[in-house]
């Protein structure tokens, strides 16, 4: 390379042939400013991007954290009322703070596995949990504001299921609970219903199919592969 001033240059030295013998030299000159331009401009602006990237994951992971203080003093506040409490509409209620507390809590995690997907650090945890009680979670959380709207929300199971199933708990319900949101959001009149499902696949292997339908306009055909 060859720089005069401002401008770049490739520089190449090549023969001069003739009769088959060497009679000297000629140099070729190709102007490489433009393209060094484009290159560094490219790069500058993806070194801003990679710095706006680390700034968003960082304030996601703080948010986070800082979200998580206030919602896990509700959840221990709502556990001694729990204790203490021996009516059961304040107990019902104690529970259904209890589930929102949860739900809330899986989604300020879920921001935060967002800062971890982009560094390739996503993980599922397993646990056992109760699919009726995960059913009836999912229900409680909505169905108020189904009828709300004057939806009627219809949920369905299948008995033969088993009771206890290992799994992450939290990304099941988070993908219901999403799906459900849509539904109701977009339905105006008629009915919304979630349905367990499935079938034994091996000796302890269960495929569960979890499915939300509804009376509305439905997913756009372009927003499909976005499920």
Sequence with gaps: ELKLE?????????????????KGYYLLFVDLTKER????????????ADK????????????????????NAIMGMNEMISRQSETKEILEYSQNIQFA????LS????????????VGKMELAGGEYRLKQLLYDCYVLLSSRAAD??????????????????????????????LLTNAIKYT???????????????????????SVKDTGIGVKEENLDKL
């Excluded at 401002?6 to 060497?22: A, C, L, T």
């Excluded at 219809?154 to 199933?165: D, F, G, H, Y």
Aim: aromatic share 4%; hydrophobic share 40%.
């Design 52 to 71: 706006a990237n680390q700034a968003k994951s960082a304030f996601l992971s703080n948010m986070s954290h800082e979200i998580r203080t206030p919602i």
């Design 188 to 210: 105006e009149k008629g009915t919304v219903m979630l349905e367990f499902d499935g079938r034994v696949i091996e000796d302890e292997m269960v495929q569960l199919e979890v």
């Design 107 to 118: 989604i300020v995690n879920a921001i935060l596995d967002l800062s971890k997907i982009e």
């Design 101 to 104: 507390s949860r739900t809330l």
């Design 149 to 178: 709207k004057g939806l009627e929300m219809i949920v369905k199971n299948n008995e033969m299921l088993p009771a206890v199933l290992y799994g992450d708990e939290l990304r099941i319900r988070q993908i219901i609970v999403n």
């Design 6 to 22: 401002e401008r770049v240059f490739d520089v190449s030295v090549n023969d001069v042939i003739e009769n088959g013998k060497q």
């Design 37 to 48: 331009q484009q290159t560094l401009k490219m790069q500058e602006l993806k070194e801003e």
